[in-house]
């Protein structure tokens, strides 16, 4: 069925036909070549589709046309200013850091836009109530620098500013490294006119095909057969492929590399399923049809014939000793390393006067970019398979899909999509190497495009954890010894499950003298979500143990928790709990000295609160990260003078959202300062594997100072070509007439920066060049008769070296403590029916993440950075929860043990409490017990 109607769309009466039953409003403007109007969650809860229908913010995602009445009138984010004419808000967006992956952007500025139809006076309040009620989620920013950008738009509306104020002047400083200069990719995003995959979607060839997945909805289970044959004859189905069509080894090369595997074997990642179904989300067939509605409602009539076998949730549960095992060639616990410092810890915990302990467990934290998955893929004209994709690591990824499908690599490429959000989710191949089964398989262009229920369950989380510890200390306070178990999660697959669960015993207790310590960190598997990158990787796990141990052992000794971490705080000539000097020992007390005032401040407001009967609470951690992959990191960079004296940079600094397009820019800048640049004369050519040199992945805090530095060495290798004896530089006409060549490679790599791992034997070593520090504070209040928590304030005091980009770095800051509040609160993923929506899975909303929200930075210079830098992202999501979790302890004596703090964990725990009842957990079961299996190591060293 079609109608026909008119609808005012931007000013303009335009005729539409559609399927008033079927169509979206989103997905006509869409049709309609309005691809500003984003599709998320695509079920009405994220806000990405909002447009102003009659005045009104309105989602299109689930609003029928046939709910749409002839001469709407319309306005989409095409309607509210172009590149040449920005709106306000749409300049106050590039200008205050409002655009990351910039994916929610056009919702929210349509949503401001409706905002101020009836209100250009709001306060903040006001604009984050209005945010809330029309679902307005933004993954990437905090919310914070979105409030500063409507209010500063708002100024321009009434007249009490201009749009040159709320502009920044690029040409007014001569040094850009450090400024607040934006983005370039944030212009086509606050116009509505980037274009994401799904985008891309709409703009493929006559001919091209369009696939669904066909995924496992049980958690375990072997495959007795895959049955087509109906799905097959329905209406447009081209052709179904199961695990027989894929030609490579069928499996993501994801080996695990550790001296202490408990086997020689692999861990297999299928990437469609043949044999065995190991979590939900697993890919059974994967279907081609001429439509995409064709292509999903074949794909729900092929059956799947299974022989349903015993689930393990957990690592607990899957290393029972009558589990079965879940991968053919791997114990279920089957990677461990031991860690030895200082004198053997059993009897100082014997006579420590002050002993703590406890059992944690971390989720499995959902990444949750609001954008979800979407790939295109097809031969190029060099005959060359070509995927473009949501990629964070380009040249890995064509590695990965290489070895899985068989195509060889030299015939394979890798472009990166414009990218709604990552945060490490994009680091997995699987459905990059669907689409190369599909054109290899087909032939013809293909394009797939997954439901936000669907990329839920197949994509990667952060692995969750299981740890038992205890911290003993003194009458003074002086921390004596530290013992703990702790077991990695990562479900199903991993990507990365050697560097995380070596970061459980490399990251926990940074900065604290510790001089005695025994640990044990074990890896194993379970039939949950599988483990991918995730910003922070390994220490937000592990700082759930030992910020609260540390918080427990001040509670206990009835030391101030600011006191107690100064006082532990190591000094020159402690070490690291991996027996290595710090790289620095002024960092942390600076910091915590910076933030004594504001830690002052709440804790005096917490204070008078009690008086009044109000449960409020302060909370710290101390976290901080590595920066880069260690020795065995390596970047390139190309740099080249064009025939109009401009420059390009050639690089895959992969942009998910945190700016590698402003790094690239930023350091290309600076890097050729003597040329006198401006930003208008650096083109980016950007993330193909075609046209770029491989910058390596855009993960562990790495690119700043990697393409960094790369990006140094090939600067000088220019300058020093287009230097002229008396200094000058050449032009690229005399470059070209003197036969100098005009293009250079930069190269750097990290070897001798650091050791190449732990001792396999006593954890013993240095794996990382450079540090990140943060010290995080929250004041959160509980309800004692819900347990809600709530976040009233949050400021972080941080060292992430020379700022190079302050918008970039701030983003970070309130990004990835955004997440942090979530991770403390709410996020949660085990694949159940409710998780495969971003709210199922607790996403903070803006009324979960504080107005009052504050970043002190500290700048110290890195001998080994580029310009003093380190890395940035990662110092803000690794300990930053701990802060909350603490806060809520000390808001009315409800220690939570296991994230996320829910308002039930919470109430029970107070009410627990209330009874005078103990709240320590019974500790966790992760395999042969903790001494038994040391003893095992110590007799087996390698
Ligand atoms: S609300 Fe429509 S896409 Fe999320
Ligand atoms: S910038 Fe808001 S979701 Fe990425």
């Known amino acids: 069925m079609a109608t ?98 910039g994916f929610c952007t056009p919702g929210f500025i349509v949503s401001a836009y409706g905002l101020f139809l009836k209100n250009q006076n709001p306060t903040r309040e006001e604009v984050r109530n209005w945010f809330k009620d029309h679902k307005n989620i933004c993954r990437c920013t905090g919310y914070k620098p979105l409030i500063d950008a409507v209010m500063a738009a708002a100024k321009v509306m009434r007249g009490e500013a201009t749009m040159d104020d709320i502009t920044f002047k690029p040409a007014a400083v001569k040094d850009l490294y450090g400024s607040a200069l934006p983005r370039p990719s944030a212009l086509p995003k606050v116009c509505g006119l980037a274009d994401y995959g799904d985008d891309l979607k709409l703009k493929m060839p006559e001919g091209t095909l369009h696939l669904a997945v066909v995924l496992s909805e049980v958690h375990h289970a072997k495959i007795i057969g895959i049955d087509t044959s109906a799905a097959e004859k329905m209406p447009g189905v081209v052709k179904i492929m199961t695990a027989k069509d894929v030609k490579g080894s069928n499996s993501l090369p994801v080996p695990q590399i550790h001296p202490r595997m408990k086997a020689h074997g692999i861990l297999e990642f299928p990437v469609i399923c043949g044999k065995k179904i190991n979590r939900r989300g697993d890919v059974v067939a994967l279907v081609a049809a001429d439509t995409e509605e064709h292509a999903r409602a074949a794909a729900k009539a092929v059956k799947q014939n299974l022989e349903i076998l015993p689930k393990y949730m957990t690592y607990p549960e899957a290393v029972m000793p009558n589990a079965i095992q879940l991968q053919e060639t791997l114990p279920n616990f089957y990677m461990e390393q031991p860690l030895y410092k200082g004198q053997d810890t059993a009897d100082l915990f014997e006579d420590a006067p002050v002993v703590v302990e406890g059992s944690f467990y971390s989720s499995r934290e959902p990444h949750l970019p ?5 790939v295109q893929g097809y031969y190029d004209a060099d005959e060359v398979l070509t995927i473009q994709c949501r990629a964070q690591a380009l040249y890995d990824a064509r590695g990965e899909v290489s070895a899985a499908t068989g195509q060889p690599p030299d015939k394979l490429r890798i472009i990166m999509n414009p990218t709604g959000g990552s945060f490490g989710n994009s680091m997995t191949s699987n459905t990059y190497s669907l689409m190369a089964v599909a054109v290899q398989n087909l032939g013809v262009p293909c394009t797939l495009t997954l439901s936000y229920e669907e990329f839920s369950h197949t994509s990667g ?32 697959y991993t990507v990365v499950a050697s560097i995380i669960f070596g970061n459980f015993i490399s990251i926990p207790f940074h900065g604290y003298s510790i001089p005695n310590v025994k640990a044990l960190a074990r890896a194993g598997m379970s039939n949950n979500g599988f483990q991918t990158a995730y910003r922070g990787f390994g220490s937000p796990q592990i700082y759930t ?72 609470g302060v909370g710290l951690s101390l976290g901080g990260f590595l920066s880069t992959i260690g020795m065995h990191d390596a970047a390139e960079v190309a740099l080249e003078l064009n025939p109009d004296d401009t420059v390009t940079t050639f690089n895959t600094w992969q942009d998910v959202g945190q700016g590698g397009d402003i790094g690239a820019l930023t350091h290309t800048l600076k890097a050729l300062l003597p040329l006198g640049l401006t930003p208008d004369r650096v083109k980016l050519v950007m993330n193909d594997t075609k046209t770029c040199p491989n910058t390596g992945i855009s993960a562990a805090s790495r690119q700043h100072v990697m393409a960094g530095k790369a990006t140094i060495n090939a600067a000088g290798k220019l300058m020093d070509a287009m230097r002229k004896p008396d200094g000058s530089f050449r032009t690229y006409a005399e470059m070209v007439k003197d036969g100098i060549p005009t293009k250079y490679l930069g190269k750097v790599d990290q070897m001798g920066l650091a050791d190449p791992g732990l001792n396999p034997n006593t954890g013993e070593g240095e794996k990382n060049s450079e540090f990140m ?24 005091a941080a060292d992430v070296g020379v700022i190079g980009n302050r918008l970039a770095a701030e983003g970070q800051g309130y990004g990835g403590l955004s997440h942090s ?122």
């Not at 609001?370 to 979407?374: A, S």
């Not at 141990?549 to 006191?563: H, N, Q």
């Not at 520090?773 to 959160?780: F, I, R, T």
């Open 461 to 492: 989380k952060r692995g969750a954890s299981f740890s038992n510890g205890r911290l003993a200390c003194g009458k003074d306070g002086k921390i004596v010894a530290a013992e703990y178990d702790v077991a990695l999660d990562h479900g199903a």
């Open 773 to 796: 520090y943060a010290v995080n504070l929250a004041q959160v209040e509980v309800d004692v008769n819900t347990g809600k928590a709530k976040v009233l304030k949050y400021t972080t």
């Open 370 to 374: 609001i954008e979800p998955d979407t």
């Open 4 to 101: 026909r109607l008119i609808v005012s769309i931007n000013g303009v009466e335009r005729p539409v036909v559609c399927d008033p039953e079927k169509d979206s409003l989103a997905g006509v403007l869409r049709r309609m070549g309005l691809t500003g109007t984003k599709i998320g969650c695509g079920t009405g809860v994220c806000g990405a589709c909002s447009v102003i229908l009659n005045g009104e913010v309105i989602r299109t995602c689930n609003r029928k046309m046939k709910n749409v009445a002839e001469f709407s009138e319309i306005i989409t984010i095409e309607g509210i200013g172009t590149p040449q004419h920005l709106h306000p808000l749409q300049q106050a967006w590039i200008t205050y850091g409002g655009v990351q992956c």
């Open 821 to 942: 509040i979530g991770f403390a609160l709410s996020e949660d993923y085990n694949a159940e029916k409710k998780h495969g929506n971003i709210i199922g899975c607790g996403i903070p909303t803006i009324d979960v993440i504080p107005d009052d929200f504050n970043l002190i930075f500290q700048e110290t210079p890195r001998k080994n950075g580029p310009h003093g830098s380190s890395g940035c992202s990662e110092d803000f999501q690794s300990s930053g929860h701990m802060a909350v979790i603490n806060a809520i302890n000390n808001a009315c004596g409800a220690r939570v043990y296991a994230l996320p703090a829910t308002p039930e964990k919470v109430k029970n725990a107070y009410e627990k409490k209330q009874r005078g009842e103990d709240l320590t957990p019974p500790k966790y079961y992760l395999g042969t017990e903790f001494e038994e299996e040391l003893v095992l190591i110590k007799a087996n060293p390698l």
């Open 545 to 616: 143990m030992s910020e609260a141990l540390i918080d427990m052992a001040a509670e206990k000794a009835g030391i101030d928790a600011w006191e107690f971490r100064y006082k532990n705080l190591a000094k020159p000539g402690d070490t690291t709990i991996n027996s290595r000097p710090y790289m620095s020992y002024a960092i942390y007390p600076a910091l915590m000295e910076k933030l004594k005032p504001v830690y002052d401040q709440y804790k005096a407001e917490a204070e008078a609160a009690k008086k009044e009967g109000r449960h409020i």
